[in-house]
T-cell receptor, first 112, second 110 residues
Framework: DTGVSQDPRHKITKRGQNVTFRCDPI?????LYWYRQTLGQGPEFLTY????????KSRLLSDRFSAERPKGSFSTLEIQRTEQGDSAMYLC??????????FGPGTRLTVT | RKEVEQDPGPFNVPEGATVAFNCTYS??????FFWYRQDCRKEPKLLMS???SGNEDGRFTAQLNRASQYISLLIRDSKLSDSATYLC???????????FGAGTILRVKS
């Protein structure tokens, strides 16, 4: 499968713990995006990278959230001191510059 | 006001019916427009891009009215497999962040 992959697919964690998610984009895509989706809503933009540079961050991305794409390939999204309100599906997408975005299967986070 | 607004539905239609979804967007500077389809607990998948001249892909037709800031999707001859949530999506600058509507639920019944 040459699509966008995400790991893990599901994560259950206790409030206050840190979690890290990984996204592997389609190999030739230089743009990588993170979105968050809660039940009954469309995905909301969090941040995006072009190669290794983080070009935009949403106001939704509080200081507990950090994203990296160190070598311009895979990306990680870390949430520190998780809260119940962080429970959501975290979606990664990739694209070539000025082309359509393709989404991975998402990581479903449940904070108990 | 939300940046992208859609009727949440659900639209319950019989197989073979024609159904239309509408969407409005608030930012007149929006540059590109899409419809994505999302099945329950799955990721959004690109259904089609939407162009000012209108475009068709099989049973699906999309229209864009920039003056009214309005996007539509028409599905003809609905199939059971069309049951999904349809997300209206815009972005301000092609290739940058996507702004999604909350989605319209379609249920096609036999």
């Amino acid at each position: 499968d040459t699509g966008v992959s995400q790991d893990p697919r599901h994560k259950i964690t206790k409030r206050g713990q840190n979690v890290t998610f990984r996204c592997d984009p389609i190999s030739e895509h230089n743009r990588l995006y993170w979105y968050r989706q809660t039940l009954g809503q469309g995905p909301e933009f969090l941040t995006y990278f072009q190669n290794e540079a983080q070009l935009e961050k949403s106001r939704l991305l509080s200081d507990r959230f950090s994203a990296e794409r160190p070598k311009g390939s895979f990306s990680t999204l870390e949430i520190q001191r998780t809260e119940q309100g962080d429970s959501a599906m975290y979606l990664c997408a990739s694209s070539l510059v000025n082309y359509e975005q393709y989404f991975g299967p998402g990581t479903r986070l449940t904070v108990t | 006001r939300k940046e992208v607004e859609q009727d949440p539905g659900p639209f319950n239609v019989p197989e073979g019916a024609t159904v239309a979804f509408n969407c409005t967007y608030s930012n007149s500077a929006s540059q590109s427009f899409f419809w994505y389809r999302q099945d329950c607990r799955k990721e959004p998948k690109l259904l089609m891009s939407v162009y000012s001249s209108g475009n068709e892909d099989g049973r699906f037709t999309a229209q864009l009215n920039r003056a009214s800031q309005y996007i539509s999707l028409l599905i003809r001859d609905s199939k059971l497999s069309d049951s999904a949530t349809y997300l209206c999506v815009v972005n301000l600058e092609y290739g940058n962040k996507l702004v999604f509507g909350a989605g319209t639920i379609l249920r096609v019944k036999s």
